[in-house]
């Protein structure tokens, strides 16, 4: 099984600051990647795919890059509705995976 | 508007079934591959099982395999599991959700909790 390592797996920021989520494959899964919000109580949204491609209706304030192992989540000026738990996942082959979460939390 | 509603969760004890049902509707459901996501209780999430918009592959994670069991009604745009065998450690929130490209889940479900407990 391909693992999904993410980091931090909290974060504090402030409003209107730039974050970074980190995550790192066990091997190359060829910029085949998503990136999900969750908020409390909620399901989770789809944010990025393809490792880069925004998904229809999400801010352009996020932007996804990376390849081979290592992606990265962006989110630029952060908005009182961007503090949530964000989760990267694999897509390259089964099981479908995901990195543990990381938790976007106000300071 | 795509809209995923899922029922039929509840509190069952070890050994027992339960059905899961996900009535989808906003878009045309026999296009679309399907997935059931899981969450235990403040943890991350976890894939469970994934079937082809025409029903004729499945997959599921190892955990569940020979316990669970996807499927789908194209006619009532509904998709549905069937846990046999249930342990502690399935209880989590369920969540239905379209696939799309083979892996990347573009809509999902409100969920539904299911508890395993005696």
Redesign the interface.
Known sequence: DIQMTQSPASLSASLGETVTIECLASEDIYD?L?W?Q?KPG?????LI??ASSL?TGVPSRFSGSGSGTQYSLKINSLQPEDFASY?C?N??S????????TKLEIK | EVQLVESGGGLVQPGRSLKLSCAASGFTFSDYNMAW?RQAPKK????VA?IIYDGSRT?Y??SVKGRFTISRDNAKSTLYLQMDSLRSEDTATY?CATV????????????VMVTVSS
């Open positions: 085949i998503a999900y969750q909620k399901s989770p949204q789809l795919y393809d998904h989760y996942q897509g390259l089964a099981p479908l995976t995901f990195g543990s979460g | 996501v991350g999430l976890e894939w994934t997959y994670r190892d969540y799309t490209k083979g892996y990347y889940f573009d809509y999902w479900g409100q969920g």
